[in-house]
């Protein structure tokens, strides 16, 4: 529960600072549960983002303007008639809950002074953002609608009497005393629980952090709970905000992805040697750091998941219809048995008896005796003649196999460079490229988009590297940037490098007609090998050439070329290091 009771009481007092006389100029919908409200304040322009989704319940302030729908929702559209011109007369917390209230003041259709109030409830998959009329406490409208048939105690839709969520009879971390936390103790062992059940708007995280506290920084080294020294940290806390004087911290794993973040350091993670802190100064710098990071890790995975699904269905398929062919030409393969019997037949139509099922006739070729099975329906010439028609639909279907089991076989070539690709995308962008490329190549439908949206062209933007010598490496993010490397940003005299025989980016080596080193040649083989297939493995085979060598064959899919007068080199897959070439 990142943005728990605390963060929120943090939150309303960094709003207020920032937002408080502030007057609404633009309101947006970017997404159907997230608000953007722009608001021109004393200090400049502000944007407030607000999000009621599940996994993204915050309010917090953010630099940029997000990317907007065509047409507004209809909550945007209530909004922007209700608080147009609006101004910001308050902004408090609800009983230190995850509620944020913003009070405003503006005018009615017929001039007249009115107050609205914008809730922000904060609450994971309940959160919500409502407006409210203050005169009569009834809901103009929200963004999520609550009906009878979602929550028979509280229905959240325009025209109810808004009522705050159930009590659940804690004590406001501002308002608990050293004697409250005494009284709370039932487990000296264990007081996180009791905190966490006793104290309103601290979330698990905070409250082992309080505890730890209590335990003089150490729950492990046998020293008894003291509440005092849990209330002089949660006031502590309380003060900081109050004084401004919060370090927000976000907390990173292994993989640099966000876990949590919180206004005070967590004892839950400062004690983790795989969870990196990262500090920052304000309480909205680390909110958008750790859900547009999160949300942003969540979104390739998705996206990377879905594209992979795709991939993997259209290889299956190519794999079982190059078994079929296979098994197809097996069986035309016997082509020259149905020549011979035909064949045979002809020489020796005298021996066949009327309305055999077969005949068994003596072979020119060897001495031997063959025996011919016959359909008794036909004649003896009859029979031959069949024979003879499945020996010309044999060799016809040995040349249409063979050159269709070559086709599907540079098929799955092609797929599984694409699923490569996509397993090892690391942003949204290189994401949606593999889509415009599975798009161009059919595998999946295009999706049409609003007449004042056209569909834009990348630029290529290949990776770069540069070598130990200073030298400069290029390396595909996908097929298409592949075919550009390869064949319009490379010279003839650069060297190209690809994983032989695995899938993997066109790796170019950049000589302005100086002679490679054999450094060189190794650290470029070990990029190849890193942007490969192969990337988790050792001893990597790579194939190298000069540009002019490598051809697209005509009608090939992007990425899929040939090469000559190559060598192989058998490296580890590792980027150069960043100050290298410096």
């Not at 047409?71 to 209700?82: A, D, E, G, N």
């Not at 099922?357 to 003896?380: A, C, N």
Request: hydrophobic content about 35%; some cysteine.
């Amino acid at each position: 529960m990142s943005y728990d009771g605390m963060v929120t009481f943090a939150a309303a007092h960094e709003l207020r600072r920032e937002l408080l006389l502030g007057k609404i100029e633009k309101i947006y919908q970017p997404g159907p549960e997230q608000l953007l409200l722009s608001i021109h304040t004393q200090r400049g322009r502000r944007r407030l983002f607000v999000s009621a989704a599940g996994n993204h319940s915050a309010a917090y302030l953010i630099d940029h303007t997000p990317e907007n729908p065509v047409i507004p929702p209809v909550f945007c559209m209530v909004l922007r008639k209700h608080l147009g011109a609006a101004r910001i007369v308050a902004v408090e917390q609800h009983e230190n809950d995850r509620i944020l209230e913003i009070s405003l003041e503006t005018v009615d259709e017929m001039g007249f002074s009115v107050n609205r109030k914008l809730i922000i409830e904060l609450m994971g998959k309940h959160s919500n953002i409502l407006l409210v009329d203050m005169g009569s406490g009834r809901i103009i409208d929200c963004i999520k609608h609550v009906s009878i048939d979602v929550n028979r105690a509280r229905q959240l839709i325009p025209g109810k009497t808004y009522e705050y969520p159930p009590l659940q009879h804690k004590t406001p971390f501002t308002e608990v005393t050293e004697e409250d936390i005494r009284s709370m103790m039932s487990n000296a062992l264990q007081p996180e629980r009791d905190l966490l059940n006793g104290i309103q708007g601290i979330s698990p995280a905070l409250a082992q952090t309080l505890a730890n506290a209590g335990f003089g920084g150490d729950q492990a080294n046998g020293t008894a709970f003291e509440p005092d020294r849990a209330y002089a940290a949660l006031r502590e806390m309380v003060q900081t905000v109050r004084e401004d004087r919060t370090q927000p911290v976000v907390y990173l794993n292994e993989d640099g992805k966000p876990v949590d973040f919180h206004i005070t350091p967590l004892s839950l993670y400062e004690g983790d040697p795989a969870c990196q802190p990262l500090r920052f100064d304000t309480l909205s710098g680390a909110a958008e750091y750790f859900f547009v990071h999160r949300e942003s890790s969540n979104t390739i995975r998705q996206k990377s998941n879905d594209l992979q699904r795709v991939i993997r269905g259209a290889l299956d398929k190519a794999k079982l219809k190059l078994q079929r062919l296979g098994d197809d030409l097996q069986k035309a393969e016997k082509a020259d048995q149905h020549r011979l019997y035909g064949e045979l037949l002809t020489a020796n139509l005298h021996l066949v008896e009327p309305g055999a099922k077969s005949v068994t006739v003596v072979s020119y070729y060897d001495g031997s005796e063959v025996k011919i099975p016959l359909d008794p329906r036909f004649s003896p010439s009859r029979n031959a003649q069949n024979y003879y028609r499945k020996y010309g639909k044999a060799k016809t279907a040995i040349h249409e196999k063979t050159f269709q089991m070559e086709e599907t076989t540079r098929e799955i070539e092609y797929l599984e460079s694409v699923l490569s690709f996509a397993e090892r995308a690391g942003s949204i962008e290189e994401l949606d490229l593999i889509r415009t490329e599975l798009v161009d190549a059919g595998l999946i439908r295009y999706r049409k988009k609003a007449a004042n949206q056209p569909r834009k062209k990348a630029k290529p933007a290949p990776y770069t590297y540069r070598l130990t010598s200073g030298k400069t490496v290029l390396a595909g993010r996908n097929n298409k940037e592949n075919d550009w490397l390869t064949l319009k940003r490379a010279s003839g005299t650069d060297l190209w490098f690809h994983t032989k025989d695995i899938p993997g980016s066109h790796v170019i080596l950049l000589l302005d007609r100086e002679e490679p080193t054999e450094e060189d040649l190794a650290q470029a083989a070990g990029i190849a090998a890193y942007h490969s297939k192969a990337s988790a493995s050792g001893n990597v085979p790579v194939d190298y050439t000069k540009v002019r060598h490598v051809k697209k064959p005509a009608g090939a899919r992007p990425g899929m070329v040939i090469f000559t007068h190559n060598k192989t080199l058998y490296v580890d897959p590792e980027l150069p290091q960043p100050d290298a070439g410096k």
